[in-house]
Each structure stands twice: as C-alpha cells, then as structure tokens.
C-alpha cells in the first residue's frame, strides 16, 4: 500500500491543532505486510526547523515504542534539506509476540459463567401444526437490576 499527498495553501485542518503536523506541505509512505511490517515514509516540511521539530517528535515515539530496550522495531529517522525519511521494520515474530501479549491482557479472568437461578414456565399450548409444546428458560445472571 502507498500512498501521497500535498496540503494546498491555506488549509485549515477540520479538527484539533498539532502544530508539527501544520508544518508538512507533501508526504509520501509506502507499507509492506509481508512476513512482518514494513513502512517508509517521507515528509517534506516548510522549514528546516520544522523539520527538526518532526523528527524531535519521532524520536520520543521511537524511545515510548522500544521501551528503552535496544529490542524492538527498527526504526531510522533521517533529516535533510527539510524532509524528514522514516523507516519502520518489525519481524513477523515481533508482531506475533506484540499480538500474543495483547490478546494475554485481555483474556478472561476465571472460570465458565455462573447461573445464580433457573426458572422453567410449564409449556403453553400450541396451535402450531406439528403439535409441539413450546416452554420458555429464564436465566438471572449476577449484575445490575
């Protein structure tokens, strides 16, 4: 997947103000999800500081990603001539760890549910054509009323 862009003279972003982002007038990225995640990615600032407050900005991203480890995704930021190129890799095995641990927070705590009470109507009579009775299950789980 790719993808491009240029931000027109006198554009006002619909939503809330990042004042780094107010600064790219084009981009270009490209993303690969193939045994892993690849991206690369350029950005084209107004200015040379601009461009310096980008990468300040990648840079505390990099450093919130690794977790101050030295593992982690590869990420490689470079700035010149106001366009900032970024460079982002992670493994297939990465990925399958990042997911396996999120999917590990999120997994229910205890056992199969609990049925607190079970009451049972006595089947109604039926005018269906095959004769059947029909009952209905009522089930109160623990919780708000």
């Known amino acids: 997947?790719?993808?491009?862009?240029?931000?027109?003279?006198?554009?006002?972003?619909?939503?809330?103000?990042?004042?780094?982002?107010?600064?790219?007038?084009?981009?270009?990225?490209?993303?690969?999800?193939?045994?892993?995640?690849?991206?690369?990615?350029?950005?084209?600032?107004?200015?040379?500081?601009?461009?310096?407050?980008?990468?300040?900005?990648?840079?505390?991203?990099?450093?919130?990603?690794?977790?101050?480890?030295?593992?982690?995704?590869?990420?490689?930021?470079?700035v010149k001539d106001g366009t900032v190129k970024l460079s982002l890799a992670i493994s297939e095995e990465e990925l399958k760890n990042a997911m396996a641990a999120q999917q590990g927070e999120r997994a229910p705590v205890g056992g199969p549910p609990t049925i607190v009470s079970l009451e049972s109507t006595t089947p109604a009579p039926t005018t269906r054509p095959d004769s059947r009775s029909v009952g209905t299950s009522v089930f109160v789980l623990p919780g708000k009323k």
């Open 1 to 78: 997947m790719w993808g491009t862009g240029e931000r027109n003279e006198g554009f006002v972003a619909p939503t809330g103000k990042r004042e780094e982002l107010d600064s790219v007038d084009r981009f270009e990225f490209g993303v690969r999800v193939s045994q892993g995640f690849e991206l690369g990615a350029e950005i084209h600032a107004r200015s040379q500081k601009d461009a310096e407050k980008l990468v300040a900005s990648m840079e505390s991203l990099k450093a919130m990603m690794n977790g101050g480890e030295q593992a982690g995704p590869r990420i490689d930021v470079h």
